[in-house]
């Protein structure tokens, strides 16, 4: 029961018993009187434009809850939350939010966990390994900026979180790793000097580069099949805005503005832009389990100004036509993803939040 459902419980209660133990007694005069309660609804989980989700459910309560991931049988996710410790930390729960449990170890930061296929082990990134500590936060001398921390690196761990295992060890910001149905894992990663996307085995062999333009690319994510890839990308040619990003990179920085959807081969050929022309920043892209359309975040009507952080989730074609907005909420909904058969979408919200800053997880049925 959320407090706003207590605080009116309580009202109706107070009121009852005022009435009943009014009954033998004069009333007093109405300047005497408190003046009357008005107790605000409750605003809906779902909004009526969203009619291709049903039977929504949030699972979280409170703290900043994001990137929940499906694992392959549907039957769990992982996701990172920040709450009880002082930054990111990795933990599971099943898909109705019980059985919750941390997986990572509860030092330094963590983000982007993924089941392997078996659902035996889970993938993360980690910094724990430069400090116990949280990493410091970037101040606000270069405005709204991302840390790239260069201590994060790529572990894999059973899923109660013994057996941990280091998968990368090169200099660099090495994160956002997800895995394909064949076990094949692609991360982003800026051991080159540019945030590029890579693709490894499941030990961290056979390290392959796939992306190349100038400019930041991650957020990599298979296709059900295998086949494809698509990723978040802002790729620019060698001039002003390139030396603004390389000089902010080097400071281990990131200004996430004006990105488009890709999609790409699983080895890195055949790339091709999704999104064209939207305007804002087109992230956190995945794909739908007929590998013939792609979900994602964007603030392309506001992506300037006090709304700027209003993202919804859109749903467009793999070859950029039908592009369709799936939440209207006027806050931030971001981190989609479906469950491999497609039935549910589970994504993050500030809707329905007790708190501005609480950031929690949804899930709904997804209507095709």
């Known amino acids: 029961m959320s407090s706003r459902s207590v605080a009116y419980l309580s009202v109706l209660a107070i009121a009852t018993i005022g009435a009943a133990c009014s009954s033998s007694k004069p009333t007093p005069p109405a300047e005497l009187l408190p003046a009357p309660v008005t107790v605000a609804a409750e605003p809906p ?91 410091p936060v970037p101040d606000k001398s270069e405005g709204y900026v991302w840390p790239i921390y260069d201590t994060y690196d790529i572990f894999k761990a059973n899923v109660d979180g013994s057996n941990l295992v280091r998968l990368t060890s090169t200099p660099g910001y090495d994160a956002e790793a997800t895995v394909a149905k064949d076990g094949r894992v692609v991360f982003t990663s800026t051991r080159d ?35 494809q890839i698509v990723f978040r990308g802002n790729h620019m040619p060698k001039g002003e805005e390139w030396n603004k990003y390389d000089v902010l990179l080097k400071k281990g920085l990131w200004k996430p503005a004006a990105l488009d ?11 091709r832009q999704v999104t064209k022309g939207l305007g804002g920043s087109n992230w956190a892209p995945f794909f739908a389990p007929n590998g ?77």
Not at 193 to 219: C, H, Q, W
Not at 261 to 271: A, F, L, Q, T, W
Request: aromatic share 12%.
């Open 45 to 135: 989980l779902l909004l009526p434009q969203e009619t291709r989700l049903s039977n929504i459910r949030q699972l979280t309560n409170g703290g900043e809850n994001a990137e929940a991931y499906f694992s392959f049988d549907g039957g769990r996710l992982t996701f990172q939350h920040t709450g009880e410790y002082k930054c990111d930390q990795i933990f599971t729960m099943k898909i109705d939010g019980t059985e919750r449990k941390l997986i990572s170890n509860g030092t330094g930061r963590t983000t982007c966990s993924f089941f392997t296929p078996d659902g035996k082990s889970i993938i993360y990134a980690s910094t724990h390994l430069g400090a116990r500590e949280c990493p």
């Open 193 to 227: 000097g540019d945030m590029e996307i890579y693709s490894m085995n499941a030990d961290g062999s056979d390290v392959k580069r796939l992306t190349f333009a100038p400019g930041p690319d991650g957020g990599p994510f298979f296709s059900a099949d295998g086949s």
């Open 261 to 271: 959807v890709y999609v790409m081969n699983r080895d890195g050929s055949n790339m």
């Open 292 to 368: 013939k359309q792609i979900i994602f975040a964007s603030n392309m009507k506001n992506p300037h100004g006090p709304a700027a952080g209003n993202f919804d989730l859109y749903l467009i074609n793999v070859d950029g036509t039908g592009l369709e907005q799936l939440t209207f909420s006027e806050t931030f909904d971001g981190f989609p993803m479906f469950s491999p058969d497609g039935t549910k979408l589970i994504f993050a919200s500030n809707r329905h939040s007790v708190k501005p800053s609480d950031t929690n997880l949804f899930i709904a049925d997804f209507k095709w």
